[in-house]
């Protein structure tokens, strides 16, 4: 694609994940109505999450049909990322005292920013390697993995910090 041909794209794709960030805050409310807690119909409304990024391991293979295939599954995996977005924000101010949700919050937008600048050298890094390699293609797989498994790992850690529900009050 070049010049303007990717609005359309972006477009669409950028749309999709406006439907994740709307559809993610609602999502527990669901479970929630079905009786579970909020704590538990987050997390099972998160693990569901978690699992709609693996179909962006399938954009690449599929890619070669047609362009709008790996758009819309990436679209998917976005809109995944802001459904997940929107509740992991939620599980701080459900956790942790007012008074301190503005700090855990910004505490893990750091971290989200550390990690988002050692994914991007770790990308570089990959995408160099492999291109000299000339399999280019490789990098581009390798990240797709990455990214499509991310949610269920930290879906896994947050079970493993906070396997049942316990407001933190001593702060």
């Keep these: 694609m070049t010049g303007t041909s990717i609005t359309l794209p972006l477009t669409i794709l950028y749309s999709m994940t406006m439907i994740g ?6 999502f ?3 479970f929630i109505n ?12 998160m693990f569901i999450i978690a ?3 693996l179909v962006v391991l399938a954009a690449q293979p599929l890619g070669h049909i047609s362009f709008w295939i790996p758009v819309v599954l990436i679209g998917i995996g976005a809109s995944a990322h802001q459904a997940w977005s929107a509740n992991i924000f939620t599980t701080v101010s459900d956790m942790f005292p007012k008074k301190s949700i503005g700090s855990v919050i910004g505490i893990g937008g750091m971290a989200g920013g550390l990690g988002g600048v050692v994914v991007s050298k770790l990308g570089g890094a990959l995408f160099d390697h492999f291109k000299m390699l000339g399999h280019t293609e490789t990098g581009y797989t390798i990240m797709f993995s990455i990214c499509a498994v991310a949610y269920l790992i ?3 850690i ?5 396997p049942k529900y316990r407001p933190i009050t001593n702060i």
Excluded at 21 to 26: F, V
Aim: some cysteine; charged content about 15%; overall charge positive.
């Design 21 to 26: 960030s709307i559809g993610g805050g609602l």
């Design 28 to 30: 527990p409310v669901y």
């Design 34 to 45: 079905k009786g579970y807690t909020p704590y538990d119909g987050r997390m099972k409304a």
């Design 51 to 53: 699992l709609f990024p």
């Design 154 to 156: 930290a879906w896994c």
């Design 158 to 162: 947050m079970k493993v910090l906070v």
